[in-house]
């Protein structure tokens, strides 16, 4: 056999090698490069309760000493915001009522802080009454942000359409949504000044606002704006008490109580699947922290809860 056939021989070989080999290439290479499914982080921040606290509290040797102050606040928002990406600030209500800022200008600072601060959304406390609907709908017409309350219907007031039920708020493909529950205000509130709002019970209201946002909304997440009270000896209605009646909630954000909790407490949900509530005390000496992460196709995952002192 000549040197010229024998080269041919190894050539159509190596031919036949390579067109088994190269069909499998693609596929291995693509193997090989295919990205882990993509990991997201979120950072939820909340108060409840403020209260008018635009100040630090005095240097008077109490308790609260030197602690809160907007100033401070928006140092800290400034710095986890800037580690990161994904943050969303929201407030359970009980914004007015408690320092002369809200004697003398009726809740406008107080609504302009909070812009400044970057609220995304808060809800409505038994306090923001207290200068009348009306005046909370002058001051409430100031905020960059949208005021959360599905239980209170205010047809027949001048608070009519100024508010929204729940809001879907999407952070890099996340859908988050948001709804909000106010206290009943009968026995609570003087009625001349929450004059003809209807209070719809926040249990079945809750029910339906978490499942539209699950079901209709695709929310990744649902957290629930609370401005019912974190626990009572007997009540019918408390945070508890909805977390243990409802199935499509993540977290409950709550205020009213002024309960400090040094971490989320769990309790399981309607379906016995463990949920989240979270309070931070009062007057904006505390900031509240959730970290979580979602994969596709996966629950999501508390990365870590802090209470953050501001001051």
């Not at 982080?41 to 008018?52: C, P, Q």
């Not at 990406?85 to 929201?90: F, Q, V």
């Amino acid at each position: 056999m000549d040197a010229s056939h024998s080269n041919r021989r190894q050539f159509l070989k190596y031919l036949g090698a390579t067109a088994v080999i190269a069909p499998a290439l693609p596929q291995a290479l693509l193997a090989a490069t295919k990205a882990a499914p993509k990991a997201t982080a979120l950072t939820i921040l909340h108060t409840n309760d403020v209260h008018s606290r635009l100040d630090p509290f005095p240097m008077d040797g109490s308790r609260n000493a030197g602690k809160g102050g907007v100033a401070r606040r928006m140092t800290l928002l400034q710095q986890i915001r800037s580690e990161q990406k994904n943050t969303l600030l929201l407030d359970a209500g009980d914004i007015f009522q408690g320092t002369p800022y809200f004697n003398l200008y009726k809740g406008e600072p107080e609504m302009l802080a909070m812009n400044r601060l970057g609220y995304d959304a808060g809800t409505i406390g038994n306090h923001d009454f207290d200068g009348g609907i009306e005046n909370m709908r002058d001051q409430f017409g100031k905020a960059t942000f949208p005021l959360l309350v599905a239980n209170y219907n205010f047809k027949n007031t001048v608070m009519d359409g100024r508010t929204k039920p729940w809001q879907v708020f999407k952070k890099d493909g996340i859908r988050v949504g948001v709804f909000g529950l106010g206290i009943q205000p009968k026995g609570l509130i003087p009625e001349n000044l929450y004059k003809e709002t209807r209070y719809l019970d926040p249990i079945d209201i809750s029910t339906d606002m978490a499942r539209r946002l699950r079901q209709e909304e695709k929310c990744d997440y649902v957290i629930c704006l609370s401005h019912l009270g974190f626990k009572y000896p007997d009540a019918t209605v408390s945070d508890q008490v909805l977390a243990a009646k409802s199935k499509d909630i993540d977290l409950i954000i709550g205020g009213h109580t002024h309960t400090f909790l040094d971490a989320p407490v769990t309790v399981n949900n309607a379906n016995g699947k463990p949920m989240l509530i979270n309070q931070v005390g009062f007057a904006g000496i505390n900031l509240g922290r959730i970290d979580l992460t979602f994969e596709p196709g996966k629950a999501p995952v508390v990365g870590g809860t802090q209470v953050v002192p501001v001051g």
